[in-house]
């Protein structure tokens, strides 16, 4: 190992404890804690007092609970371009499940339209939104200082609108004045002009944001603008922020990991590891980083997804066409397979993963040999980029996903409890799908191949099997450590880990959990954490290779759960 990596706990930064809040905890209600900054603030229980929120545009709000708001089968979206949100909203780490929109209005999302507006430590879980021109999970558009802070989405946004529409995971456009910071999405997005966390921006400022969701062009859209994180953003300032999902564009515009177009925009400190794929026209532009960087700079960033489009496209490893200045930036010319770009330096995936790149500051980290440059500042709570293997020159991306969320089954589950190995199972499928471009496992379902809840059975099986070798279940004495005999030797020689653990339940029975291994990282020479996605929380958490128990986030909601065994799996390259 050559450089020091340091994971710190969730309960350390603001980020890490808006995002522990937010998990799938039990049934019983949480106290009503507020915010210190919210004194005076109506208390919101349930999704009546939600969506009459509208009554009182400029009023301060605070979540009191989690809130379903299911039970309203078409939500009106709070606020207009006409008479705009200027509140304040404090989620106070709650989450609002099930929101449901379906409308061709122009502004469309939980709020529709908000100006002077702050909103914080809220997540949309499992979010169906569809609107016309401007649609975003929490906003769909803002204008004016608006300051959004530690929110995060999950589900399906889209926009239908007359073109150009925009979509966004969380705004589906913004003005400048904007400051959006410590957040995420993981949301489908559809759009003209569509981004993982928003869709067009003429301005504004990002700041440790990242997305995970697939991000497509509509078939029939004239010029389109994709990108894992911003679909088009004029003017605007993005620092410590990066995208993993897969972008899908059309045969006119711009597409990449990060974003579709980035005009007289500075990007820093960034990256982007999902594929991008382009139509057949020399008027597509496609990049790892930026399909279009016209004026402004990238320093400080990469790209490692596979970039590709029909006869005609114009495609880069990092970026598809530039007028900007690019310093200290580089793609993987082998999971790109891209020899060249519009900008930047190629590198293969050993020397990426090898050492930080020349010009990379301390805000980096590396496991050398075991991951891609990671972000690791202070204020930085995530890691997703330590979530992937490479074999050969296919890169697998892995993402957390929450095994209790019912989106993530075709069919709603009475047994989510107990279906975390079918879960593990998904997320493997799913990198699958999205590196090798197989249709039917890009987004399966937890229930599709692998999980009976009628009968609470787990099993392997499907188009997965295709793609991946399942190892034999291996023990692990309970005074053992996790090393190179056991889960760190599969690790060193390109594997994936499933862990099994046990942990006590609230009536003082044991039960059995699973997560899947991605990494290990080191301290100086010495082994440090194990890094793994949980399906419990739907999030990323590090293990302590001693005491194989999880270290963060602090607040693990399975009491006592420890690693006792692990299966291997073994990818087949995809070249």
Same mark, same amino acid.
């Given at each position: 190992?050559?450089?020091?990596?340091?994971?710190?706990?969730?309960?350390?930064?603001?980020?890490?404890?808006?995002?522990?809040?937010?998990?799938?905890?039990?049934?019983?209600?949480?106290?009503?804690?507020?915010?210190?900054?919210?004194?005076?603030?109506?208390?919101?229980?349930?999704?009546?007092?939600?969506?009459?929120?509208?009554?009182?545009?400029?009023?301060?709000?605070?979540?009191?609970?989690?809130?379903?708001?299911?039970?309203?089968?078409?939500?009106?979206?709070?606020?207009?371009?006409?008479?705009?949100?200027?509140?304040?909203?404090?989620?106070?780490?709650?989450?609002?499940?099930?929101?449901?929109?379906?409308?061709?209005?122009?502004?469309?999302?939980?709020?529709?339209?908000?100006?002077?507006?702050? %909103?914080?430590?809220?997540?949309?879980?499992?979010?169906?939104?569809?609107?016309?021109?401007?649609?975003?999970?929490?906003?769909?558009?803002?204008?004016?200082?608006?300051?959004?802070?530690?929110?995060?989405?999950?589900?399906?946004?889209?926009?239908?609108?007359?073109?150009?529409?925009?979509?966004?995971?969380?705004?589906?456009?913004?003005?400048?004045?904007?400051?959006?910071?410590?957040?995420?999405?993981?949301?489908?997005?559809?759009?003209?002009?569509?981004?993982?966390? %928003?869709?067009?921006?003429?301005?504004?400022?990002?700041?440790?944001?990242?997305?995970?969701?697939?991000?497509?062009?509509?078939?029939?859209?004239?010029?389109?603008?994709?990108?894992?994180?911003?679909?088009?953003?004029?003017?605007?300032?993005?620092?410590?922020?990066?995208?993993?999902?897969?972008?899908?564009?059309?045969?006119?515009?711009?597409?990449?990991?990060?974003?579709?177009?980035?005009?007289?925009?500075?990007?820093?400190?960034?990256?982007?590891?999902?594929?991008?794929?382009?139509?057949?026209?020399?008027?597509?532009?496609?990049?790892?980083?930026?399909?279009?960087?016209?004026?402004?700079?990238?320093?400080?960033?990469?790209?490692?997804?596979?970039?590709?489009?029909?006869?005609?496209?114009?495609?880069?490893?990092?970026?598809?066409?530039?007028?900007?200045?690019?310093?200290?930036?580089?793609?993987?010319?082998?999971?790109?397979?891209?020899?060249?770009?519009?900008?930047?330096?190629?590198?293969?995936?050993?020397?990426?993963?090898?050492?930080?790149?020349?010009?990379?500051?301390?805000?980096?980290?590396?496991?050398?040999?075991?991951?891609?440059?990671?972000?690791?500042?202070?204020?930085?709570?995530?890691?997703?980029?330590?979530?992937?293997?490479?074999?050969?020159?296919?890169?697998?991306?892995?993402?957390?996903?929450?095994?209790?969320?019912?989106?993530?089954?075709?069919?709603?589950?009475?047994?989510?409890?107990?279906?975390?190995?079918?879960?593990?199972?998904?997320?493997?499928?799913?990198?699958?799908?999205?590196?090798?471009?197989?249709?039917?496992?890009?987004?399966?379902?937890?229930?599709?191949?692998?999980?009976?809840?009628?009968?609470?059975?787990?099993?392997?099986?499907?188009?997965?099997?295709?793609?991946?070798?399942?190892?034999?279940?291996?023990?692990?004495?309970?005074?053992?450590?996790?090393?190179?005999?056991?889960?760190?030797?599969?690790?060193?020689?390109?594997?994936?880990?499933?862990?099994?653990?046990?942990?006590?339940?609230?009536?003082?029975?044991?039960?059995?959990?699973?997560?899947?291994?991605?990494?290990?990282?080191?301290?100086?020479?010495?082994?440090?954490?194990?890094?793994?996605?949980?399906?419990?929380?739907?999030?990323?958490?590090?293990?302590?290779?001693?005491?194989?128990?999880?270290?963060?986030?602090?607040?693990?909601?399975?009491?006592?759960?420890?690693?006792?065994?692990?299966?291997?799996?073994?990818?087949?390259?995809?070249?």
């Amino acid at each position: 190992m050559l450089r020091n990596v340091t994971f710190r706990s969730s309960a350390r930064s603001a980020f890490g404890a808006a995002a522990a809040a937010s998990l799938w905890l039990t049934a019983v209600a949480a106290a009503e804690v507020v915010s210190p900054q919210a004194v005076g603030c109506k208390l919101i229980r349930n999704a009546v007092q939600l969506h009459g929120m509208r009554n009182n545009l400029a009023g301060s709000y605070c979540l009191a609970n989690d809130i379903d708001a299911g039970s309203i089968v078409n939500f009106q979206p709070i606020g207009d371009v006409n008479s705009p949100f200027t509140g304040k909203l404090f989620g106070n780490g709650r989450v609002i499940r099930n929101l449901r929109i379906d409308s061709g209005a122009q502004y469309v999302g939980l709020f529709g339209y908000a100006q002077g507006a702050l %909103i914080q430590d809220v997540g949309l879980v499992n979010a169906d939104i569809t609107g016309g021109s401007f649609v975003g999970g929490l906003i769909g558009a803002v204008n004016g200082t608006n300051d959004i802070r530690r929110v995060h989405v999950t589900g399906r946004i889209v926009a239908v609108g007359a073109a150009p529409s925009s979509a966004g995971g969380i705004a589906g456009a913004v003005a400048a004045g904007l400051a959006l910071t410590d957040s995420w999405s993981s949301a489908a997005v559809s759009g003209d002009r569509a981004g993982g966390a %928003i869709g067009s921006a003429g301005g504004g400022i990002v700041t440790r944001v990242y997305a995970a969701g697939p991000i497509t062009c509509p078939a029939s859209s004239p010029l389109c603008y994709a990108g894992g994180l911003i679909g088009i953003g004029d003017g605007m300032t993005v620092t410590d922020s990066y995208a993993s999902g897969p972008v899908i564009g059309g045969n006119s515009g711009g597409f990449g990991g990060l974003f579709g177009a980035a005009v007289g925009t500075p990007i820093r400190r960034s990256h982007a590891l999902g594929p991008v794929t382009a139509g057949g026209s020399n008027n597509a532009k496609a990049g790892g980083l930026v399909g279009i960087l016209d004026g402004g700079s990238v320093a400080e960033a990469y790209a490692a997804g596979r970039v590709a489009g029909k006869a005609g496209a114009i495609l880069g490893g990092l970026i598809g066409a530039s007028s900007g200045t690019v310093t200290s930036a580089y793609w993987d010319t082998v999971t790109s397979d891209q020899a060249a770009s519009a900008a930047g330096v190629g590198y293969t995936t050993t020397q990426l993963r090898k050492v930080l790149p020349p010009g990379f500051g301390n805000s980096w980290a590396i496991t050398r040999t075991k991951s891609y440059p990671f972000l690791n500042e202070a204020d930085i709570d995530f890691a997703a980029p330590l979530a992937t293997l490479v074999n050969g020159g296919s890169i697998f991306t892995f993402l957390p996903i929450e095994q209790f969320e019912e989106a993530q089954y075709a069919t709603p589950p009475t047994a989510a409890g107990a279906a975390a190995l079918a879960a593990v199972y998904t997320m493997i499928a799913r990198a699958i799908g999205v590196t090798g471009n197989v249709k039917k496992l890009k987004d399966v379902k937890i229930d599709r191949y692998f999980w009976n809840d009628a009968k609470k059975v787990v099993l392997w099986r499907g188009p997965v099997t295709t793609y991946a070798t399942l190892g034999v279940l291996k023990t692990i004495a309970a005074g053992a450590r996790l090393n190179g005999s056991n889960v760190i030797g599969e690790m060193k020689i390109g594997k994936l880990v499933i862990l099994r653990g046990a942990y006590t339940r609230s009536n003082g029975v044991k039960a059995e959990h699973w997560l899947l291994g991605t990494l290990y990282t080191a301290l100086g020479n010495a082994l440090d954490t194990i890094v793994a996605n949980d399906p419990w929380t739907g999030l990323q958490v590090t293990i302590d290779p001693l005491t194989k128990k999880i270290v963060s986030p602090a607040n693990f909601p399975l009491t006592g759960f420890k690693v006792d065994g692990y299966r291997p799996v073994t990818l087949e390259s995809l070249d």
